[in-house]
C-alpha cells in the first residue's frame, strides 16, 4: 500500500467500533393494570376534548402566545441547532486560502540563496510570492466512536427537548382549561351570591313592615338583616375571586382577553368528555411527553458512556493542505508551481491525572441517574392516571346526589315559607332552610367545577392533544 491511499484507508475505518454500551429499557416499575378498569378508546384531539367554543378561542391564542412554550419550542430550536453544531466536528473541515505576498532579503542573506558573496556589492533581493491552496484542518479520523457517541448524544438531546416543547403544550392547555373553570365558577358563584342578596333584602324588607305591624320580633328582623349581612360579605368575596381568577386567566392565556370572545357556557353545560378510556399502563410510554423525554435523556446519557470509553483511545487525526505558489500571478497555476502536504497525527492520553476515569464514572453515574428519573416518570404517570380514573368513577355520582341535595333544600324552602306564612313554624327555621339552598347551590357549583378539573387531568395524565403528537417531531 502506497502513502498516498493511507488517509482513506483511515476514513473508511471511521466505522470500525463502537464503545456504547446497548441500552435495555428498565421494566415499568409499575403494575399490569390500572386499580380501575378503563376501556381502550383513542384519547381526543384537544378541539375534541373542550367542547366549549370560548374555551377553544382562548387555548388556540394561548398556543400562539403563552411564554412558556415560547420558551420550550426555542430550547428545541437551539438543541437541534447544537445536533448540527456536534455533526460537523465528524466531517472533514476545508478552508481555501489565496494571498499574495511581498518581502526584501538582504544581500548577505539572498546572494546566500543564488551562490554570490557577502561581499559582491549586491544590496539585496525583492520579490513577491502569489499563493492559493485547499486545505483539510486537524480532521479527527473516529476510529473508536468518540464523535459517534457525541453525536447520538446531542440527537437524542433534542429528541428530549421536543417532547419537553410537547409536555409543555398539553400542560399549557390543561393551565387554560383550568383557569377558565376556575373562572366560570367565580363569576356563576357571584351571580347566585347577587340574586341571593335581591331575595333576601325583599325578605328583610317584609320582615321589617311586619314588625312595624307587630306581626313579628325583633329577634326576626335581626336574623333576616343577617342574612343581608352576610350575602354582602359573600358578594364581597366573589367579586375578589372573580377578578382574581380573570388575573389568573389572562396569565395562562399570555395574552389579554379578546372583547369579541363567544358567550361562555355555563359550568353545568360544559361539553367536555368526562368519560376517558385509559388503555393500559404500557400505553403511556407512548403517549405521555414527559415519559418520552426521560427515555430519550436516558439514551443520550448511555450514548455520554461510550463517548467517555472511546476518550481511552488514541486520537487519529489528519491535515493536509494542495495549493500552488509562484512569482507571478499569470503562472500561479502551471503544473510546475503545485504544492501539497499532509500530516496524519496520533494522539494517546498517558497521563491527565484521573479525568478520564472521572468522566467514566461521571457518565455512568448520570445514567444511573436517568434511569431513575425515567421509573419515576413512569411511576408519577401511573398514579396521576389512577387517580384520574378514581375521579372520573366518583365525581358522577357525587353530582347527582348533590344535584339532589338542591332539589331537597328547595322543596324544604318552599314548604317552610308556607308553614312560616301560616304561622305553623318560626322564623328561624325559614331562615335555615334559605341558607341551606344557597350553600347547596354554591357546592354544586364547586362539584361541577372539579369533575371538569379532573377531566382535564386525566387527559393530560394520559398524553392527551394526539394532534401535537405527530406535528411537533
Known amino acids: 500500500m502506497t502513502m498516498r491511499y493511507l488517509p482513506l484507508t483511515l476514513l473508511l475505518a471511521t466505522t470500525a467500533c463502537s464503545m456504547t454500551p446497548r441500552l435495555a429499557l428498565p421494566t415499568p416499575p409499575v403494575a399490569e393494570a390500572y386499580p380501575a ?15 366549549d367554543p370560548r374555551l377553544q378561542s382562548l387555548i388556540a391564542l394561548s398556543l400562539d402566545a403563552n411564554r412558556d412554550l415560547r420558551i420550550a419550542a426555542l430550547n428545541a430550536e437551539a438543541a ?35 551562490g554570490l558573496s557577502p561581499g559582491s556589492g549586491a544590496t539585496g533581493f525583492e520579490f513577491g510570492q502569489f499563493s492559493a491552496q485547499a486545505a483539510l484542518t486537524s480532521f479527527e479520523i473516529d476510529l473508536f466512536g468518540r464523535l459517534r457517541a457525541m453525536n447520538e448524544a446531542a440527537f437524542h438531546r433534542w429528541l428530549a427537548t421536543v417532547e419537553a416543547r410537547r409536555a409543555v403544550r398539553l400542560a399549557v392547555i390543561g393551565a387554560v382549561a383550568d383557569a377558565y373553570w376556575n373562572e366560570r365558577l367565580a363569576d356563576e358563584q357571584l351571580a347566585l351570591t347577587r340574586s341571593t342578596l335581591a331575595d333576601w333584602r325583599a325578605s328583610f324588607d317584609i320582615t321589617r313592615l311586619r314588625r312595624q305591624a307587630g306581626q313579628a320580633s325583633g329577634a326576626d328582623l335581626a336574623q333576616a338583616e343577617g342574612l343581608v349581612r352576610q350575602a354582602q360579605a359573600d358578594l364581597a368575596q366573589r367579586e375578589r375571586e372573580l377578578a382574581q381568577a380573570t388575573n389568573a386567566l389572562t396569565l395562562a ?59 481511552f483511545f488514541p486520537r487519529v487525526s489528519l491535515t493536509a493542505a494542495f495549493g500552488f505558489a509562484s512569482l507571478a500571478l499569470e503562472s500561479l497555476f502551471r503544473g510546475a508551481n503545485r504544492s501539497w502536504s499532509y500530516s496524519p497525527a496520533i494522539s494517546l492520553p498517558i497521563f491527565l491525572g484521573g479525568e478520564l476515569h472521572g468522566n467514566l464514572d461521571l457518565a455512568r453515574l448520570r ?22 380514573l378514581a375521579a372520573q368513577q366518583t365525581y358522577g355520582k357525587q353530582l347527582t346526589e348533590q344535584r339532589a341535595v338542591v332539589t331537597e333544600a328547595e322543596r324544604r324552602a318552599t314548604l317552610t315559607d308556607l308553614a312560616y306564612r301560616a304561622g305553623q313554624t318560626s322564623r328561624l327555621e325559614l331562615l335555615d332552610a334559605q341558607r341551606a339552598i344557597y350553600a347547596a347551590r354554591q357546592t354544586t357549583l364547586i362539584v361541577r367545577r372539579d369533575q371538569l378539573t379532573a377531566a382535564a387531568a386525566l387527559y393530560r395524565a394520559l398524553g392527551g392533544d394526539t394532534e ?6
Open 37 to 51: 378498569p378503563s376501556g381502550t378508546e383513542a384519547l381526543p384531539e384537544w378541539r375534541g376534548m373542550f367542547g
Open 80 to 114: 437541534r441547532a447544537q445536533v448540527r453544531v456536534q455533526r460537523a466536528q465528524s466531517l472533514p473541515g476545508v478552508n481555501v486560502d489565496a494571498g499574495y505576498t511581498r518581502q526584501r532579503q538582504p544581500s548577505s542573506v539572498a546572494g546566500a540563496g543564488v
Open 253 to 311: 392565556v399570555g395574552a389579554s382577553l379578546p372583547s369579541d370572545l363567544l358567550p361562555p357556557t355555563p359550568l353545568m353545560d360544559q361539553p367536555i368528555h368526562t368519560a376517558l378510556a385509559a388503555g393500559t399502563p404500557s400505553d403511556l410510554l407512548v403517549r405521555r411527553p414527559d415519559i418520552a423525554q426521560a427515555e430519550q435523556d436516558l439514551r443520550a446519557a448511555n450514548a455520554d458512556i461510550g463517548a467517555a470509553r472511546a476518550a
Open 367 to 388: 445514567t444511573s441517574t436517568a434511569v431513575a428519573t425515567y421509573e419515576k416518570a413512569i411511576q408519577t404517570g401511573f398514579r396521576e392516571v389512577a387517580d384520574g
Open 468 to 473: 401535537a403528537q405527530g406535528t411537533l417531531r
